[in-house]
């Protein structure tokens, strides 16, 4: 923990009192989104102290050209960026002429932050006196409309405490934006246009190189003592900036407020010759819906989608706190809506990563989703790698692989490989098998088999040429290897047979292999179509099946452990726990050569591979990995100690799982890895859901079924969450006494309960 500022609560997050040092920490904790947009809470009004701009569109990306000091062959020619966009909550603020500006006033005062997360609304107020002595009362209040997802709304009052004043609101937009994260300092938008309408104020603008046209639109009202006045404006254009000034002359304990309405439109989704027309349209009727009537359809939906999200838990405010935070900000960052779209590692939050997809989704967004969403969304998120199944195959090709083998991105925007790290971009295979691995997790949680034949069975063929072309046959051990890769644990790079990378390939392959079989006994025109379309011969199957029943595994016969890397035991084994604190993280404070020699994990690769495939181990192999592996875990991977939890939880350790789940919980919250100013870590937020529903309610599909095995940590009273499974809702209710069973639904159906078959019917508890 790095930093404990975040007032316990079980439905906001809430900061009190103004620290200059933590600001843009807390523009990434109290940032906000609705799946199309997002933006890090960064001030209305003007602010010259330390702070991190970020506005961003979904799927609007700059290919930043790559910056590297030596050339490879095979290195993407760029890095793809989610772009920092048009700023539209901007209000400059007078008071008798003199700016408010928090970092230079005399004093401020009683300041409070709070995201409210049930009701999805951002909001800030403050006693401020100003260098010229005038004390004012400010609250401002901000939400992204979930309803009418281009639009966002500020409602931003002052109060006079002091004496009567002139204040004046200046609302702006402003198209003159950089990234924070830019590889040679260029600007990524071109503005285009700056217009006004009657009070609407419009700036046309596109990215450079990719094209993307979007139009950032306003439209502000006055109010005074919360009644709406009319008053004359003055209007300012720049080159990329338009300006309305609203004066009024205000009485001691007058309220004066500016209601804003602004967000964007852009060319994925209007006609890119008429988007002023669109904004227009989407800004009036935002208005005439009104900030009000917006902030309830704001409320309502957020308590639609809670109705399904929650997890609610009893006598640990903290860790309650902590799973909703997570829950929130996954639902602001992916909405499920458009299958063009995914889920950045930052979301909306910051910029690192380049906001871009990563194998994240794949591995620890999809069962959150699937799980509280229509099996849809899920759907969705695979059918954005089909849709990129073509570049993939591009991808290997420049790779020298070939006859349709795959290699999926580790990074990208459009189905390119855009990360120019050699030891990620060549080595980290291991993102491929990810990609087959949710396509069976999807089809053994919701049943819908049409998937693979439909578009699935494409992807697996692609990615199971592209293992056996990857594997190297050793005469000297009559195996099968897997040579030069970085396996999730990525403070090893370019080792020999990392174990997980290998099992990965095998099962694939076998996968892959099993499931044609299915496909040509209960699909036969599918299978013909597919088998012509991608040239399959029974002759390559007899490749593959060499390859994956001859797999090479790095294995300690005295340790009785498989080793993560042929080297492994080579190295000096030193367990976390004598590690000087002053060494951590080692990723910040050690060379990058004292880590790859060192023993230390990032994450532990073969418990990942456990994780995936833990039907293929008894317990006690799992225990005695854990063992081996966990106390030379660091755990600064954000992906690290959600899996930790799960399997500390399934053997029972349950005072381990529990401070698994805490830091995987409270990972940005409390800052374990002193870097959420840069934003916060929103795909391993999906590893906390998983903490729970799969770590401490043991929920697994056995022979087509719902299993659980339910614990409850000491700290907590009762904990309840809800699946929706093959479309009928199954909520369950833990405390340490019981656990009971709810159906929403419409047929009974049977669930596994540590072990045992229990039928729940409709509308009707069960109680075990």
């Not at 030891?423 to 990810?434: D, K, L, P, Q």
């Not at 009273?717 to 639904?745: H, W």
């Amino acid at each position: 923990m790095n930093q404990d500022y975040i007032q316990p609560d079980n439905w906001s997050i809430i900061e009190e009192g103004f620290e200059k040092d933590r600001v843009e920490s807390s523009e990434s904790l109290f940032s906000i989104g609705n799946g199309k947009m997002g933006q890090r809470a960064n001030f209305e009004e003007q602010y010259s102290g330390e702070t991190f701009q970020g506005s961003y569109i979904a799927g609007v990306y700059y290919p930043d050209k790559t910056k590297v000091g030596w050339w490879k062959n095979g290195y993407p020619e760029y890095f793809a960026k989610v772009l920092n966009a048009p700023n539209w909550i901007g209000i400059n603020i007078f008071v008798n002429g003199e700016t408010l500006d928090l970092n230079t006033c005399i004093k401020v005062e009683d300041y409070r932050r709070e995201l409210n997360m049930k009701e999805g609304w951002y909001q800030r107020s403050f006693v401020a006196t100003l260098p010229n002595n005038i004390l004012i009362r400010v609250e401002a209040t901000r939400f992204l409309s979930l309803e009418l997802d281009e639009v966002g709304a500020i409602d931003y009052q002052i109060e006079l405490i002091s004496g009567d004043a002139t204040i004046t609101f200046q609302p702006y937009l402003d198209s003159g934006i950089s990234n924070m994260d830019a590889n040679w300092e260029e600007k990524f938008w071109e503005t285009i246009e700056v217009s006004s309408s009657e009070n609407q104020g419009f700036i046309v603008s596109k990215t450079l190189k990719t094209e993307f046209h979007a139009c950032t639109f306003m439209q502000s009202e006055v109010l005074l003592n919360g009644k709406k006045v009319e008053l004359e404006y003055k209007e300012e254009k720049e080159i990329d900036k338009i300006s309305f000034s609203y004066k009024i002359s205000a009485e001691k304990g007058d309220v004066v407020s500016l209601q804003k309405f602004a967000g964007y439109v852009t060319d994925m989704n209007h006609d890119r010759n008429e988007l002023i027309a669109a904004a227009k349209n989407v800004v009036s009727t935002a208005v005439s819906i009104g900030y009000r009537g917006l902030l309830q359809d704001q409320k309502d939906a957020w308590e639609k989608t809670w109705e399904m999200a929650d997890i609610s838990i009893s006598g640990d405010v903290k860790a309650q706190q902590g799973i909703r935070f997570n829950i929130f900000q996954l639902n602001q960052t992916y909405s499920g809506k458009d299958e063009r779209l995914n889920i950045g590692p930052k979301g909306f939050t910051g910029e690192k990563y380049g906001g871009s997809t990563y194998w994240d989704t794949e591995a620890y967004c999809i069962p959150f989703y699937m799980a509280t969403k229509d099996q849809q969304v899920a759907r969705n998120l695979l059918s954005y790698r089909y849709n990129h199944l073509d570049k993939a195959i591009e991808n290997a090709e420049k790779l020298g692989f070939t006859n349709g083998a795959a290699l999926y991105p580790m990074v990208t925007m459009n189905g390119e490989e855009s990360h120019n790290e050699w030891e990620i971009t060549f080595e980290e295979i291991h993102r491929n098998g990810a990609m087959v691995f949710a396509i069976y997790n999807y089809v053994r949680y919701t049943g819908d088999f049409d998937y693979i034949p439909e578009k699935g069975l494409e992807v697996m063929i692609a990615v199971a040429r592209f293992w056996q072309q990857r594997a190297t046959f050793s005469n000297d051990k009559n195996k099968f290897m897997i040579l030069g890769v970085t396996g999730p644990n990525e403070y090893e790079n370019n080792v020999n047979n990392n174990w997980y990378t290998n099992f990965l390939a095998k099962w694939c392959i076998e996968y892959c292999l099993e499931t044609l079989k299915k496909v040509k006994d209960g699909h036969a025109e599918d299978y013909d179509r597919i088998f012509g379309l991608t040239n399959l011969s029974d002759g390559e199957l007899m490749k593959w099946k060499e390859v994956s029943d001859n797999m090479y595994f790095p294995y300690s016969d005295h340790l009785e452990v498989f080793l993560q890397q042929d080297g492994f035991l080579d190295k000096e084994l030193i367990p976390v726990e004598n590690l000087d604190k002053k060494h951590r993280p080692i990723n910040q404070k050690w060379s990058w050569d004292r880590i790859l020699r060192s023993c230390y994990i990032k994450q532990a690769d073969v418990l990942q591979g456990f994780y995936f495939f833990e039907d293929q181990f008894e317990e006690k192999e799992l225990a005695r990995h854990f063992d081996f592996y966990e106390p030379l875990t660091v755990h600064e991977s954000s992906l690290s100690p959600c899996v930790h939890s799960i399997q500390a939880a399934k053997l029972g350790r349950m005072k381990q799982a529990y401070e698994f789940y805490v830091r995987t919980a409270r990972l940005d919250l409390d800052d374990y890895n002193h870097e959420v100013k840069e934003g916060c870590h929103i795909t391993s937020m999906a590893g906390t859901w998983m903490s729970i529903v799969e770590g401490f309610g043991g929920m697994r599909i056995v022979n087509d079924q719902l299993s659980f095995n339910p614990r409850i940590p000491e700290e907590w009273d009762a904990y309840s969450f809800k699946v929706n499974f093959r479309n009928q809702i199954v909520k369950v209710e833990v405390s340490k006494e019981k656990t009971c069973f709810n159906l929403e639904g419409t047929a009974a159906i049977n669930i596994l309960v540590k072990g045992k078959s229990i039928e729940v019917h409709p509308n009707s508890a069960v109680e075990v």
